[in-house]
């Protein structure tokens, strides 16, 4: 990867801005009786009724609607807000600070991200980095898969990004930690880094050299 030539910094959310835990969330779906939750959820693609709230097939309610058909018991929004929230294990402040300093480097910085409404609730919210801040507030803009309709890895949502922010592919940089999105970002000619989940990656050299 040529640093010079990198001008726009796309960033997954679950992994890298946020660590994930799959078991907390597993644990937290069985609590409010979904007894195949640890065959269900994924960290990396969702299917059933997860996918179709993360691609906008579906909103919150009709998610609702269908986990409490699934589990045979009318659930509460709260219910199924604490369940996706589990999904959640830290906010890394220093991913968050590195962020805010490509930004103030002059590099266009956004967030790509399979996610939903549920879950976008609290991450863009002042709750979300413990300092008042939304999510929002450290990116340029948000390219989240509800509002576009369509989930990576589909290339369709990569070129939605890169049409966006005005960017040709040999000047992005995409950072995620699911290895079939990194490949088509990859087959399209956008340079990429697969940290694993929770792991620094403003340590990675491609980082430290921006």
Same mark, same amino acid.
């Given at each position: 990867?040529?640093?010079g030539?990198?001008?726009?910094?796309?960033?997954?959310?679950?992994?890298?801005?946020?660590?994930?835990?799959?078991?907390?969330?597993?644990?937290?779906?069985? $609590? %409010? =009786?979904?007894?195949?939750? *640890?065959?269900? +959820?994924?960290?990396?693609?969702? @299917?059933? &009724?997860?996918? !179709?709230?993360?691609?906008? $097939? %579906? =909103?919150?309610?009709?998610? *609702?609607?269908? +986990?409490?058909?699934?589990?045979? @018991?009318t &659930?509460?929004? !709260?219910?199924?807000?604490?369940? %996706?929230?589990?999904?959640?294990?830290h906010?890394?402040?220093?991913?968050?600070?590195?962020?805010?300093?490509?930004?103030?480097?002059?590099?266009?910085?956004?967030?790509l991200?399979?996610?939903?409404?549920?879950?976008?609730?609290?991450?863009?919210?002042?709750?979300?980095?413990?300092?008042?801040?939304?999510?929002?507030?450290?990116?340029?803009?948000?390219?989240?898969?509800?509002?576009?309709?369509?989930?990576?890895?589909?290339?369709?949502?990569?070129?939605?990004?890169?049409?966006?922010?005005?960017a040709?592919?040999?000047?992005t940089?995409?950072?995620?930690?699911?290895?079939?999105?990194?490949?088509?970002?990859?087959?399209?000619?956008?340079?990429?880094?697969?940290?694993?989940?929770?792991?620094?990656?403003?340590?990675?050299?491609?980082?430290?050299?921006?």
């Amino acid at each position: 990867m040529n640093e010079g030539m990198i001008r726009n910094i796309a960033f997954d959310l679950g992994g890298v801005v946020i660590t994930l835990d799959l078991e907390q969330a597993v644990r937290a779906f069985e $609590r %409010i =009786g979904m007894k195949d939750a *640890r065959q269900q +959820l994924d960290a990396y693609t969702q @299917r059933g &009724l997860f996918a !179709d709230l993360e691609s906008g $097939r %579906i =909103g919150a309610e009709a998610f *609702r609607e269908g +986990l409490s058909r699934r589990v045979g @018991r009318t &659930l509460t929004i !709260d219910d199924c807000r604490e369940a %996706i929230h589990a999904y959640v294990g830290h906010v890394p402040r220093r991913g968050l600070e590195r962020i805010l300093q490509l930004r103030r480097a002059g590099y266009q910085v956004c967030l790509l991200s399979n996610t939903n409404p549920i879950m976008m609730q609290w991450a863009d919210s002042s709750r979300f980095d413990g300092m008042g801040h939304p999510v929002s507030y450290y990116f340029d803009r948000l390219y989240l898969s509800y509002q576009c309709g369509v989930m990576k890895p589909s290339p369709e949502i990569f070129r939605m990004m890169l049409q966006g922010q005005g960017a040709r592919p040999e000047e992005t940089l995409f950072i995620d930690d699911g290895r079939r999105n990194v490949e088509t970002a990859a087959s399209l000619g956008i340079h990429t880094l697969c940290p694993e989940n929770g792991q620094d990656w403003t340590l990675l050299p491609e980082i430290a050299r921006l």
